[in-house]
DNA sequence: TATATTTGCAACCAAAAGGTTTCATAAATA
DNA sequence: TATTTATGAAACCTTTTGGTTGCAAATATA
């Protein structure tokens, strides 16, 4: 059982609860209630995102909170990142050669590509 | 069939595959022997990439030549971006909580957490 | 106490994912 | 021309995924 954040965030379903428990902590009839598929269903789903440790459960009475842990998600976008600067990097590149071009014609405006 | 970028870099492998390219475009073959499945395997791969823009395939006589569209995944970070706002915002405050307690100090320090 | 509510979890199912082997085809080369 | 190389893709298999229903247990409430 692979168990990572990138797993977790790949179903739709999982990205709609984190973006509702990232405002407010839920229990788990009301996560249900937004989506047309069984407690079951979404229970499993957030059982994956606290095995990654995206969301954290708090016991109150008979209920469970879920709140959303979403530091978690830096794994994502340090993974993101390597690539950014390489792509942003072309960009620049690409940019700094567009200027050039426009230093040379004043009136040129955007290139389109 | 789902078959975006988030469902795309949900696999490893995909992932290592887009490290090799990142840098310089490589065949099919070439990006084969750097894993230890199969050709049709990594050929898979290669495909839900390309259906999801993360890889484009330029052919030159009979080879493809593999190279990375990585600006794609902006969707990830643009994805990310709004809850790294929403945490963050509250590490500011405890930041800035904390930097009340140490000045002593005169201004209105944020509390709520 | 009897009943409602909220949840955990088992058993089961269909479809998707990730892998394999095999064959066909087009391009390069001996 | 005959052969090797690089690839596309079909057929098939096993495991994982995402869903279901149903039941048990614990807490709240009439």
Redesign the pocket.
């Known amino acids: 059982?692979?168990r990572d954040v990138f797993?977790a965030i790949?179903?739709p379903?999982r990205r709609e609860i984190l973006g509702l428990i990232a405002h407010k902590s839920l229990?788990?009839?009301s996560v249900t209630e937004q989506f047309d598929?069984?407690?079951?269903?979404i229970?499993?789903?957030m059982k994956?995102l606290t095995e990654c440790g995206l969301l954290e459960?708090k016991q109150q009475?008979?209920?469970?909170f879920c709140e959303g842990k979403l530091e978690r998600l830096n794994e994502i976008s340090d993974w993101v990142a390597q690539y950014r600067e390489f792509w942003e990097t072309r960009l620049d590149s690409l940019e700094s050669y567009l200027k050039t071009l426009q230093g040379k014609s004043n009136d040129q405006g955007k290139t389109t590509l």
């Open positions: 059982m692979r797993q790949a179903d379903t229990n788990i009839n598929v069984s407690r079951a269903a229970y499993k789903h994956i459960i009475g008979r209920e469970r």
